[in-house]
């Protein structure tokens, strides 16, 4: 049983940083491509970030320069750190895990992330 658990939303204040959480539990982070996406209110989910097995990273274009993502092995955790955040962060974020495929299989149930201006 693949489980997903982020934790590390809130509200915040444009302007500062906030670092996400995905614990990974039934699958090894480091074996698979690993993903963060967000869904604003409204709005379809996007892919915000990913991080694949050998580190290779990408990301939306609207994240560049001020998002994040890493991994640590170990904790079989997976991280996002978002810095100079703006009200358009406000959203739900999920991270997902993929299978051999690449295909994202496993999702996390979310955490809030509120931007105020």
């Known amino acids: 049983q693949v489980q997903l658990v982020e934790s590390g939303g809130g509200l915040v204040q444009a302007g500062s940083s906030v670092r996400l959480s995905c614990a990974a539990s039934?699958?090894?982070?480091?074996?698979?491509?690993m993903g963060w996406f967000r869904q604003a209110p409204g709005k379809e989910r996007e892919f915000v970030a990913g991080i694949s097995w050998d580190r290779s990273t990408r990301y939306a274009d609207s994240v560049k320069g001020r998002f994040t993502i890493s991994r640590d092995n170990a904790k079989n955790t997976v991280y996002l750190q978002m810095n100079s955040l703006t009200p358009e962060d406000t959203a739900v974020y999920s991270c997902a895990i993929a299978n051999f495929r690449d295909e994202y299989e496993y999702w996390g149930q979310g955490t809030q992330v509120t931007v105020s201006s």
């Open positions: 039934g699958r090894t982070v480091s074996s698979y491509t």
